[in-house]
């Protein structure tokens, strides 16, 4: 999240913060979070941790591309849901969509028209798609490819990036993190690493583990 800023070909220096700015209900209400919530927030991203000291705001509302805290501050939300909510906060249209199938209820026992449709048009504006599978997060769907690569392969060891910060939640990359408390070594072994852009180290490593 950002303020709103103006672009300028000389930019001025860095301003103070604006002294009339409170966040003394937000950094009450992140209080309550840790207290409940492992790390303050359900996603890494989300975290405190990730602003400067005093100055992480707990949302209320949002409007397009505008969010306000609870404090009453109002911010640019430059990550957009972490990049999902295209089209704003509160986009008229989806209110309306969601609210009409809110009502017919969403979540049964069977698969519904909406999945049928939804599978149908996904195949049919994406070139090679033969079948698709919905999942709820980018860490499952990871997961879920690096899990069809070793059924397809029959092996078990994957190389990602050291530099990326971010594969997924799952066991197999976690565990090439420092968070990795309460993750079987062997599980941690399976999964190597190279540097980003250096192909002498993605030979090397190939080399070091043939086949």
């Known amino acids: 999240m950002t303020q709103l800023t103006q672009h300028a070909t ?6 103070p913060a604006d002294p009339a700015r409170s966040f003394d209900r ?34 209320a509302r949002g409007a397009g591309a505008h969010v306000w805290d609870v404090d009453g501050n109002e911010y640019v939300e430059y990550g957009m849901g972490l990049r999902s909510v295209t089209l704003g906060h509160g986009f008229r249209p989806v209110v309306d969509a969601v ?24 195949c049919a504006q994406v070139p090679g798609a033969d ?3 919905f999942a709820k997060n980018g860490s499952d769907v990871t997961t879920a ?10 092996r078990d060891l994957v190389a990602v990036c050291a530099d990326h910060p971010f594969f997924s939640t799952d066991d197999w ?27 002498a180290a993605v030979q090397e490593l190939l080399a070091r583990h043939e086949g």
């Open 26 to 59: 937000s950094t009450a209400a992140q209080a309550r979070l840790h207290r409940l919530v492992p790390g303050g927030a359900h996603t890494y991203a989300r975290g405190a941790d990730q602003y400067p000291e005093r100055m992480a705001p707990v949302l």
């Open 173 to 199: 990359f976690i565990g090439t993190t420092p968070m990795d408390a309460g993750i079987p070594r062997a599980i941690s072994d399976l999964t190597v690493r190279f540097p980003y852009g250096d192909l």
């Open 131 to 133: 079948m698709v599978k």
């Open 99 to 122: 609210t009409s199938a809110i009502a017919d209820g969403v979540s049964f026992s069977r698969p519904s028209r909406w999945e049928l449709e939804a599978a149908e048009a996904f």
């Open 10 to 15: 000389h930019p001025d220096p860095p301003q």
């Open 145 to 154: 490819a690096v899990r069809l690569a070793r059924a397809a392969t029959g």
